[in-house]
């Protein structure tokens, strides 16, 4: 059972920071690209940031510069370092996975930790 589990989620001010972690199974982290969506209310989805198994990282380029994607092999814990926030940053924050060497392709979840900004 793959289990994703994001926390670190709050109210922040405008400018100010937030780090938000995801504890994974060992079975999907140890191996897959690890990745952080967001979703504001009444708006899809979006892609955040990406980190390989070999750390190599991708941002969306509404966050790039801003936001740091990192990950802990020992503790099976992926991190998005989130500085500079602003107000259009505030959603609901998720945490993704798959296994690249499974077909079909099925992408795991976690529960989502909301993030707030305001003044």
Do not use: H
């Amino acid at each position: 059972q793959v289990q994703l589990v994001e926390s670190g989620g709050g109210l922040v001010q405008p400018g100010g920071s937030l780090r938000l972690s995801c504890a994974a199974s060992a079975s999907i982290f140890s191996s897959n690209t690890m990745r952080w969506y967001r979703q504001s209310p009444g708006k899809q989805r979006e892609w955040v940031a990406a980190i390989t198994s070999g750390g190599s990282t991708n941002y969306a380029d509404s966050v790039k510069g801003r936001f740091t994607i990192s990950r802990d092999n020992a503790k099976n814990t992926v991190y998005l370092q989130m500085n500079s926030l602003k107000p259009e940053d505030k959603a609901v924050y998720y945490c993704n996975a798959y296994y690249s060497d499974r077909y079909p392709r099925r992408d795991y979840w976690g529960q989502g930790t909301q993030v707030t900004v305001s003044s």
